[in-house]
């Protein structure tokens, strides 16, 4: 088991910067493949991006390339999402995911979620 709690939403104007962490415990949790996953109301979940076991492989929507980052720091069992150049449409609940798979996060599939926090950009 895997429990994960995120931490660091909230609202932003537009062009701003957001970093969302996500602290995770249980026995598997520095073992997993970690990612971040957003849901707009109206809309379906969506994959943002995804950081391998070791943190060497990362993967990313094309929607947020080049302004998100994720990063992990598997001695604090820490996962970090930084945001930048935030957009209206970045608006969602993101939510952290774990998975023993890293082709599985990026087909937005997970094992284990948060609860989300929720992200509202204004323009």
């Known amino acids: 088991q895997v429990q994960l709690v995120e931490s660091g939403g909230g609202l932003v104007q537009a062009g701003g910067s957001l970093r969302l962490s996500c602290a995770a415990s249980?026995?598997?949790?520095?073992?997993?493949?970690m990612g971040w996953f957003r849901q707009a109301p109206g809309k379906e979940r969506e994959f943002v991006a995804v950081?391998?076991?070791?943190?060497?492989?990362?993967g990313y929507a094309d929607s947020v390339k080049g302004r998100f980052t994720i990063s992990r720091d598997n001695a604090k069992n820490m996962v970090y999402l930084l945001m930048n150049n935030l957009k209206p449409d970045d608006t969602a609940v993101y939510y952290c995911?774990?998975?023993?798979?890293?082709?599985?996060?990026?087909?937005?599939?997970?094992?284990?979620r948060g609860q989300g926090t929720q992200v509202t950009v204004s323009s």
């Open positions: 249980g026995g598997a949790a520095s073992g997993v493949s």
């Open positions: 995911a774990a998975c023993g798979n890293f082709g599985r996060l990026l087909r937005s599939e997970y094992d284990y």
């Open positions: 950081i391998s076991q070791s943190g060497r492989d990362t």
